[in-house]
């Protein structure tokens, strides 16, 4: 045989012939039955019985397979390789035969069929299309949805048998419809004869919490009745029992329904039919709703036989609509013995699984026992087979506290290491824990939490300790309390003066001889910020003393003038939370209950002395664990915040840091372009037109990982990131390189925690970086030719990425020169000298201004060309010197890795990106002492190491500025949450990737209403500045609120109703995806507003909703006309994320 082999050219590459290895396709020289060119491509010269690759199936095995052997899933379609040769499927092919279904989704649906047919049960029907219509692959039976047939002259039938049903309550039930009449289920057809949509329709609406039953026929389109539609509906009548369904839990199922339309009239010749509308229960052989209409007509299109009935425009076919949160089943089968629905087995229709049940000892033929409490724990049984916890043990767990406790708690029942916080410090009801004299709130309200009691700060003669009793500001002279006796006006009179203290008790008492005061009850008078009143002089000589002490009117443990900075009521003791168990004496057993505003007020504040001094916490409550979470992911959930319990603050952090793997966006990306380029069984990506896929795929990416990775610290710092290196997909340079894109944003996740020089780099030589800041292709200049470098990126990697502006100190205030003018990082020849290093830069594997269009051709870093880049001194900042140097591949690299350092090394650097990043995570407003903390870590990790972003990270979220909750009472921080990151919080709370496989795009609706999403930033300034001042008292006070900017007069508007439209039914494009919230989370505490508003104010608030506003939303939840118990849950969720203290990260 004879073989030519040519050297090529492409793309401006040489390619060429490294070697040539000659194989005998048949020959085994080991005779172990596998032929030596197989063991040569797989690098293989093991026993045949080897199974490196885990998948049950050996070498040999997998060389009869054509398979992998060291791919345990060699096509990637969810199926190892030894489960496909057991089902007789092409392992090397997602769709073995080619119907549109992936061979994972055919054996693993609940409606199964063979992976290997097209068609399994030889209907004519292929898989795929009866999936499409609810049907069973594997019965001949059913097909495509019917249409109304005329049975006989006199007869017309529309019947549809078998729909089973499967309602997820958690998901809320949500209709396709508004109004009073929610829908619920809707099956109806078009006579397209006539152009009549919904000539026929039967209905079932939701109402009231109850499922009723609604019928009509449309005008001159069916059948009409004295001129006019045919309509009924019975909204007194609740079928959910009926239908079969338990009204309750994930897992609701209906009986085997039929739903029927029957018309019958005496002779062929009558014009007076019969029309009969029924729901038939199968199972029960029962009728469950029904109405007969008596005289009416068929319209012409029937009588001559004309009409053509369908939907929309396809012939043939009807359609079924249903609620968001329901599966619909045509199937024989009953539900529960379908694939994988094992777990919706319920005989008694009583909300509980037949297998929790039977376990249990429960029957699952008597519907009584769901409401039950055969342990006496205050759960009902339905309740505890929600909570997975033993319906006969009230302490499912054994960790001493009942099942009930923990549910009104929101702790584990199921888990010993969960427990309720079960309060143990000893001075319960009082507001000083840290045993210093000093109110703790006092010290938060005026940021005095390191004062010494006997000390005088503003030396105005009260102690500090005084100045905590009486409410004053210890660092304003001022803000004293001082009483100042005077002679009156009136003969024999005296006058007394004395500040006015809001929300504290004064009391003046006299004595003529300093031995014994007694009480007076003179007649005040009010003089602006004083007391007046006016004494009469009886005696030689008398004594005046003003006391001042705090009052408690609703005898919470906090006093009213704590309670007004607290944000509680003074007037209700439990108007931040329900009262709690204490603890006070440790032995495990509860010694009372404290108020509500005590309880979360004891959340806040427990370890406030430890987080204001840098003591590590071991225990942190779930407030402070929130807290954290808020600020180093993308929202906490309960389960979350116990992780953080158990960990400690420092150890989480740690543990993110150290071990969590990093979830990147490239494998989903790389996914979806391996499924356009192969079997195309994803429909849920968006593409152009099936040529490409589109830039809005790197939303799934991003929600997948923020929603659902385990590196949620990481995936946040990655965020913020890419808020400070900005690319942005609006480029239509770059929009197209979804990839490459993906790849960038790799790189933030995985420099998250790493050096940022090294990011730096990766950044300055990634080739979309160089499209998008135009530094691609640069040549040295030449005036000769009116040529010069583009400035573009010499000058954003100082003013955005590195530098900034304005030279600063290391706390990031801005230094000034001898006559107090700011000083500017660079000029104008700083950026001319900089544009220089960056030339000879051009896309790698290419020729020099080849141009390149191909996405993967961004996938690898710019390559420098020696003979276009300047190899001239260069002269930078602060009189650092590039010198020149001899023209070579390495020499050209080294000036922009010099250029580089010397941003990275200057003093700016440090205090520039460290205010950045706690911008980003902790507060808009820093202060100068956090950020000078902060950037002496950026400049040494303590082990002396530059630009360690792990340990700038941790130092972040470790500071005691981030840490005390004193701190965050004060009105200068915090941050206005951003509506991305609310967003995903909202998803996590809602579960709504529960499947793995979440989608998240849409054709930019999102952003015009948020005026955000990631890496789609309008330029390279991001979405907002970070020296924002929003006007109001914001500006007025000279704070920053960056995020306030895209917090329009249109966004406050727009934004909430998208997060409405998401909170209701989550992601969702018709008709290509949709992922449903899921409330289920909240299912054991609809019917407590009060536990509902617990729970949200933690994992939303971090503890911080005030009474105002949880009374506000009370209030809501308790007049909204409310449909299905779930929807107060979503109504809750909502208003909670939207409130002031949802809005704001304290």
């Keep these: 045989r004879t073989v030519s082999f040519e050297s090529f050219r492409t793309s401006g590459n040489h390619s060429g012939i490294a070697g040539i290895q000659i194989i005998n396709t048949s020959g085994d020289a080991d005779s172990d039955g596998l032929p030596d060119w197989w063991e040569i491509l797989h690098h293989s010269d093991v026993s045949s019985n080897v199974d490196p690759d885990g998948d049950l199936l050996n070498w040999l095995e997998e060389f ?132 009549v949509a919904s000539a026929l329709r039967m209905r079932l609406f939701r109402q009231n919490e109850k499922i009723v039953f609604y019928v009509n026929s449309r005008l001159q389109g069916s059948f009409i009745r004295n001129g006019t539609n045919l309509q009924y509906a019975d909204y007194q009548k609740d079928l959910t029992k009926a239908l079969g369904f338990a009204g309750f839990g994930s897992c609701d199922t209906s009986d085997p329904l039929t739903f029927r339309f029957h018309a019958t009239r005496g002779t062929s010749e009558s014009k007076d039919w019969k029309v009969s509308f029924s729901i038939l229960n199968q199972k029960l052989g029962t009728t469950v709703a029904g109405h007969d209409f008596i005289g009416c007509e068929a319209v012409p299109s029937l009588i001559d036989g004309s009409a053509i009935w369908g939907i929309g425009g396809d012939p043939g076919i009807s359609k079924i609509d ?123 309200r005026f940021g005095s939490g390191n004062l010494k009691p006997n000390d005088d700060e503003d030396g105005d003669g009260l102690t500090n300790k005084e100045e905590a009793k009486m409410g004053t500001n210890p660092f304003d002279p ?28 004064q009391r003046i008492h006299s004595s003529n001889d300093l031995q014994s005061f007694v009480r007076s009850r003179p007649e005040l008078t009010i003089d602006g910020d004083e007391f007046n009143v006016t004494f009469p002089s009886s005696f030689p000589s008398e004594f005046f003393r003003v006391s001042v002490s705090d009052r408690d009117l609703d005898s919470d443990g906090l006093s009213d003038w704590e309670e007004n900075v607290f944000g509680s009521n003074s007037s209700a003791p439990n108007s931040l939370g329900r009262p709690v168990s204490y603890d006070k004496n440790g032995d495990g057993n509860p010694d009372g209950t404290i108020s509500g505003d005590q309880a979360v007020f004891l959340e806040r504040f427990a ?8 003591l590590a916490v071991t225990t942190p409550t779930r407030t402070e664990a929130s807290r954290l979470l808020l600020q180093g992911s993308f929202g906490p959930t309960m389960g979350e915040i116990e992780n953080v319990r158990k960990q400690g603050i420092e150890g989480w952090i740690d543990d993110q840091i150290d071990t969590q793997p990093a979830t990147y966006h490239e494998s989903y990306i790389k996914e979806i372009e391996n499924d356009l380029n192969g079997a195309r069984i994803d429909k849920t990506y968006r593409t152009n037109n099936d040529i490409r896929i589109e830039d809005e795929n790197l939303q799934t990416a991003f929600a997948r990982a923020a929603i659902s990775g385990p590196d949620q610290l990481r995936q946040r710092v990655a965020f913020a990131l890419s808020q400070i290196l900005v690319i942005s997909r609006q480029d239509g340079n770059i929009d197209q390189n979804v990839r490459s894109l993906s790849r960038y944003y790799d790189r933030l996740i995985e420099h998250s925690f790493g050096n940022y020089y090294d990011l730096l780099m990766g950044v300055t030589l990634d080739a979309n970086m160089g499209r998008y800041l135009s530094h691609v292709g640069n040549l040295p200049p030449d005036p000769a030719l009116n040529r010069y470098p583009d400035e573009n990126y010499a000058r954003e990697v100082m003013q955005l990425f ?34 220089r290093v960056m030339t000879g830069l051009w896309f790698a594997n290419n020729g020099w201004g080849i141009q390149i269009k191909q996405d993967h051709e961004h996938l690898v ?31 050209g690299m080294q000036d922009i890795r010099d250029a580089i350092r010397h941003l990275f090394e200057h003093p700016n650097c440090a205090p520039f990106i460290s205010r950045s990043l706690i911008q980003f995570l902790i507060t808009s407003n820093p202060t100068p002492a956090y950020v000078e903390r902060i950037s002496s870590i950026f400049s040494d990790n303590g082990k002396g190491v530059r630009g360690d972003l792990g340990a700038v990270v941790k130092g972040i979220l470790m500071d005691p500025e981030a840490r005390d909750p004193a701190i965050a009472t004060s ?5 206005f949450r951003e509506p991305v990151i609310r967003t995903m919080h909202l998803a996590k709370l809602t579960k709504m990737n529960r499947s793995g496989d979440l989608v998240w795009w849409d054709y930019g609706n999102y952003f015009e209403d948020t005026l955000q999403m990631p890496m789609n930033s ?129």
């Design 64 to 195: 009869e397979a054509r398979s992998h052997p060291w791919k345990a899933d060699t096509d990637g379609d969810g199926l190892s390789d030894a489960e496909e040769v057991t089902a007789g499927s092409n392992p090397n092919k997602i769709d073995t035969d080619n119907d549109g279904l992936s061979d994972f989704d055919e054996l693993n649906h609940p409606l199964r069929s063979d992976p290997t047919l097209a068609d399994t049960d030889s209907d004519g029907v292929e898989d795929a299309r009866e999936r499409l219509n609810f049907s069973d692959p594997r019965d001949n039976s059913f097909s495509s949805l019917p249409v109304p047939v005329f049975v006989s002259a006199t007869e017309v039938l529309w019947e549809i048998t078998d729909l089973q049903f499967i309602n997820d309550h958690g998901n809320g039930v949500r209709s396709y419809g508004g109004g009073p009449n929610r829908g619920f289920i809707d099956w109806k057809v078009d006579n397209l004869t006539v152009g």
């Design 322 to 444: 249903f609620s968001q949160g329901l599966q619909l089943y045509r199937s024989s089968t009953p539900v529960e013995r379908l694939n994988g629905l094992s777990h919706c087995s319920d005989a008694d229709n009583d909300g509980m699984n037949d297998s929790f049940e039977r376990i249990h000892g429960l029957a699952p033929d008597n519907p009584s026992d769901a409401l039950t409490d055969d342990d006496t724990d205050g759960l009902s049984n339905l309740l505890e087979s929600i909570l997975g916890t033993n319906p006969f043990q009230a302490d499912s767990d054994n960790d001493g506290f009942s099942d009930s406790q923990e549910t009104a708690q929101f702790t584990d029942p199921n888990s010993a290491d969960s427990i309720p916080p079960v309060y143990q410090q000893e001075n319960i009801g009082h507001s000083d824990l840290n045993n210093n004299g000093m109110s703790d709130l006092w010290e938060a």
């Design 478 to 505: 001022k803000s004293n309390f001082r009483v100042i006796a005077e002679n009156s006006e009136m003969a024999n009179s005296i006058n007394i003066r004395f500040p006015r203290l809001p929300l504290k008790l």
């Design 607 to 614: 370890n406030r002395e430890s987080f204001a001094t840098g």
């Design 802 to 835: 590195t530098i900034g502006l304005w030279e600063l100190n290391q706390d990031g205030s801005y230094k000034v020169d001898s006559n107090g003018d700011q000083i500017p990082t660079y000029d104008n020849h700083a950026i001319t000298e900089l544009a």
């Design 861 to 891: 870093p710019m390559e420098l060309f020696p003979t276009k880049h300047d190899f001239g001194e260069k002269k930078l900042l602060n009189g650092f010197i590039i010198p020149a140097r001899t023209p070579s591949k390495a020499n």
């Design 971 to 975: 009105p200068e921080f915090g941050l």
């Design 1018 to 1146: 309008p330029t390279v300034f991001n979405f907002y500045r970070p020296d924002y001042s929003p006007p109001g008292s914001l500006n007025v006070a000279g704070l920053d609120g960056p995020a306030f900017e895209i917090a329009n007069s249109y966004t406050l508007i727009s934004a909430p109703n998208r997060f409405w439209e998401i909170a209701d039914r989550g992601f969702r494009i018709g008709g290509r995806y949709h992922f449903a919230p899921s409330y289920e989370d909240f299912m054991p505490y609809l019917e407590d507003s009060d536990a509902l508003l617990d729970y949200l104010n933690i994992v939303i608030c971090a503890g911080g909703m005030g009474a105002q506003t949880r009374s506000i939303i009370k209030s809501n939840l308790a007049k909204t006309d409310i449909s299905d118990a779930v929807e107060k849950a979503r109504l809750a969720v909502y208003l909670v994320m939207m409130s002031p203290e949802g809005s704001v990260q304290r």
